[in-house]
């Protein structure tokens, strides 16, 4: 066990980002940049500090880098921006950082923010976030932003509070009353990148229509369920998603979960395209090309999270 951590400043907002890979390291780096924020930041692989090459140029942070819960101690926010199926490995550190007015932001792709993480805290303390920040990581705490990003989140006092943590950042934040369309669109585009994940290239080249039907089917069967969750989800984001699909360069990898195939790495099936096939189920609605794509993907030796598909608490 560490020695516990004390912020410095009590008029400070103290935030412990958990998991500084290419979104927490970015955010983390962002929000130093306040004078009025204290950051730490929980940590697998140590890092020293965090450069991040923005479009706005290169920011640097020096955050407080904590290496074992038991550093830890409560803080005013927790960001969680690990991968979706590494949610139970944050409980120890969720456990020391959560006091009773301590809010937690779980900032990932998919929809099932709050289903993965409300047996670690109370639901009316977790903020479900939308991040649209395409970034990835080039060594520990070194990242490379490459677009402007922009924050979803829930209308209500947690997301305004959490939007306000953003005010002196390049990152647009904004509170939604309809966050759930948000994260069935943002879901739908992600869906389509299990093709690439699966043919290891990008899909522009090889574009045929029989490739077409089926990317344009992953995304359609996206936008049902979404639709039948309550999202509106245009057909236009179905469509965007094919010609994203379509004009993709020779040589380009699209989606983390590609970039994570090649690498040998675990990938978010489960939360990009097994959940489409769970709740489509749930709905009585068919699925067939998301739930051919992901038994491929399973059946293709990659590391896949086994069993996280029946965790359903
Ligand atoms: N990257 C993007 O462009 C992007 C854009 C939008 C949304 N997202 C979503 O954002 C989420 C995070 O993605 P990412 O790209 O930032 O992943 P990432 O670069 O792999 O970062 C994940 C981080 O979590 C850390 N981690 C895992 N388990 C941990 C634990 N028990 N304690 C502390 N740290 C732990 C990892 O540690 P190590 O350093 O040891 O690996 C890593 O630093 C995903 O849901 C992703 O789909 C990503």
Known sequence: MGRPFVFGGIDLTRIAVIGPGAIGGTVAAWLSQDPDISVAVCVRTPITDLVVETPQGTISAKPAV??????????DWVLVATKTYSADATAPWLERLCGPQTRVAIIQNGVEHVRLFSHLVPEN?????????PAARTAPGRI??????IIAVPAGRNGEDFVALF???EIEAAAHEDFLSQLWVKLCGNSVAIVPALTL???????????????RGVAAECAAVGRAEGAIVPDSVVEGAVSNMRNMPE????GSI?????AG??????????????????????TPMNRMLVTLLKASGSPWIEGQATEAR
Not at 144 to 149: I, Y
Not at 258 to 262: N, P, Q, Y
């Open 258 to 262: 590609h970039v994570d195939r090649l």
């Open 66 to 75: 904590l290496t074992d819960p038991g550093m830890a101690g409560p803080v």
């Open 144 to 149: 490379v932003q490459s677009r402007h990003g």
């Open 251 to 254: 040589g380009s990898v699209s």
């Open 125 to 133: 303390r977790l903020v479900p976030v939308m991040i649209n920040l």
């Open 167 to 169: 005010a002196k950042t």
């Open 265 to 286: 790495n675990p990938m978010e099936v489960d939360a990009r395209n097994g959940v489409i096939v769970r709740l489509g189920e749930a709905h009585g609605i068919a």
């Open 201 to 215: 290239r990008a899909a522009g080249p090889v574009w045929n229509a029989d490739l077409e039907a089926i990317i």
